[in-house]
């Protein structure tokens, strides 16, 4: 008997806390299963977008339907993935030089409204 693949799945979330009136909670932007799973997961790769593999938050999610805010019952879980996932994207940003910073002297212009030296 050949074992058993299971098909790929996968769902993808936005989140933008910086426009709380548009994203006042994560939402799930996309999700399938196969073909469209596969779909999911090149676009995040080729956008540079990390994917974190937690299968049970996926089942979780799964039944949510697209574009939909997730529910209160999720934002503790989804807030470890994001915090993972901030993690990573912090560790990928290039750090700053150790070369000391240019420093900028001011200089004043005086005015003698004397006319002295």
Known sequence: MSPVRRRP???ALRYLPEAP???AAPRLVAKGQGLLAERILELAKEHKIPVEHDPDLLAAL???DVNRLIP?????AVAV????LYRANRQMLPQPS???EPSFKSSKAST?????P
Request: charged letters at 15%; zero cysteines; a negative charge.
């Open 72 to 76: 209160s019952e999720l934002f503790q």
């Open 21 to 23: 009136f548009l994203d």
């Open 81 to 84: 993935m994001l915090a993972a």
């Open 112 to 116: 003698n409204p004397a006319g002295r």
């Open 62 to 64: 799964e039944p949510l």
């Open 9 to 11: 799945s996968a769902v």
């Open 98 to 100: 150790s070369a000391p």
